[in-house]
């Protein structure tokens, strides 16, 4: 298993910046992309940003040039910096960790979630 605990979030005004952070642990050593998801009012959940555990990065075009996601391994931890705010980004933002299950004979990809964190960006 692998839990994820967040941390960061919070209310700032339009043009600031946060950092989210999210420390792993568990069976860590599975581990393979991390990520953030982000879920407004009334909106389906949508995939942010994710970090494959080679450091290669992938964003959703709406933060790009504006969020940058991080991955410290020492740490098992991954961190979204949010800079140049907007009104538009404020939802709950939630950690994703890919991690195998394995057996002597089977292998099972699995996903955990943390418990989200609430970023509230005011105009």
């Known amino acids: 298993q692998v839990h994820l605990v967040e941390s960061g979030g919070g209310l700032v005004q339009a043009g600031g910046s946060l950092r989210l952070s999210c420390a792993a642990s568990g069976s860590i050593f599975s581990i393979s992309a991390m990520g953030w998801y982000r879920q407004a009012p009334g909106t389906q959940r949508e995939l942010v940003a994710v970090?494959?555990?080679?450091?290669?990065?992938n964003y959703t075009d709406s933060v790009k040039g504006r969020f940058t996601i991080s991955r410290d391994g020492a740490k098992n931890t991954v961190y979204l910096q949010m800079n140049s705010l907007k009104p538009e980004d404020t939802a709950v933002y939630y950690c994703?960790?890919?991690?195998?299950?394995?057996?002597?004979?089977?292998?099972?990809?699995?996903?955990?979630w943390g418990q989200g964190t609430q970023v509230t960006v005011s105009s």
């Open positions: 970090i494959s555990s080679a450091g290669s990065t």
């Open positions: 994703t960790a890919d991690w195998t299950k394995y057996t002597s004979s089977w292998s099972k990809r699995n996903r955990s």
